[in-house]
């Protein structure tokens, strides 16, 4: 037994060491790819930042944050926004379009298109100084909608029936138990042609592009990146290098260092706001996609 036991130390040592001492082991294993995904720039402050626009726009707090924080820090001087989205609800993508402009007031922005940068997410961009899209991108989509389903025949064959106490001739202006009425569609209509004439007139004002024209450039038309350049939505195609190179020569930053953005943090918030995204965008709303 001796004799075996020998043989085999050198594996169950390290196995006994570690159950004996498990948390110093797991505190020493996790400082050493905290410090081993370091690098020497993480030493020096950032001067330019990436804020990302990713996925469905619901819920906009996180990036709020972000804009906030970047505006107020004064070793950022540039930012670039990626984004790769296809919209979503209209109060959180005008949030973000004025939170844009606000931080475009203080320090360049530079918004790239890496995918999709349509509806809300387009919206969000448009007071960026430039906005650069992927060669493969998708643009526009400049419109809103507003749905909801007719479910009366389905609670019709499975016998539900619903009762309701109501003050106010619109108050159930868009419920999904019945089919609308003229007066609620046209209640309906007046709100979304309002919100469309809003994001209308913000886009022209943004983009130097004549409301007039909205035909040609909005009307929920979707563009390729070279389509958008051609209408005025975008003002260049090229890559992420390109949009990088520009805000650097826009800030005239001599020795660009780019903020990191937290793994794990962003691990997270894309879990949490996909999430969130799941279950809201089964409400119904008016959305900018």
Known sequence: MNLISKLFYPITAPISFIQRNFKTVFFLTILYFVVTNSDTQ??????????????????????????????????????????????????????????????????????????????????????????????????????????????????????????????????????????????????????TKNTYDMFVTDVADARKLKKEDHEIYADAHIFTASQAKEVGLIDKVGTLSKAKSELITLTKTQHPIWSKEDKMDKFMDKMLNNSIANITSNLNGLMAN
Not at 94 to 119: D, F, H, R, T, W
Not at 181 to 191: F, G, H, N
């Open 42 to 191: 993480n030493l020096e402050k950032a001067n330019l930042q990436i804020i990302e626009l990713n996925g469905p726009i619901m819920v906009v707090d996180e990036v709020l944050a972000k804009i906030e924080k970047a505006k107020n820090d004064i070793n950022i001087k540039g930012i670039l926004l990626t984004v790769n989205s296809p919209g979503g609800a209209v109060a959180p993508s005008v949030e973000l379009a004025y939170a844009i402009k606000e931080l475009n007031e203080i320090k360049p922005v530079i918004a790239y298109a890496s995918g999709i940068m349509a509806s809300g997410s387009y919206y969000a961009s448009i007071w960026a100084n430039k906005i650069i899209a992927n060669p493969g991108s998708m643009i526009g989509s400049i419109g809103v909608i507003m749905q909801s389903a007719d479910a009366s025949e389905l609670m019709s064959k499975i016998g539900i029936k619903t009762q309701t106490v109501k003050m106010g001739k619109y108050k159930e202006s868009g419920t999904p138990t019945r089919q609308w009425t003229q007066d609620e569609r046209a209640e309906l209509e007046k709100i």
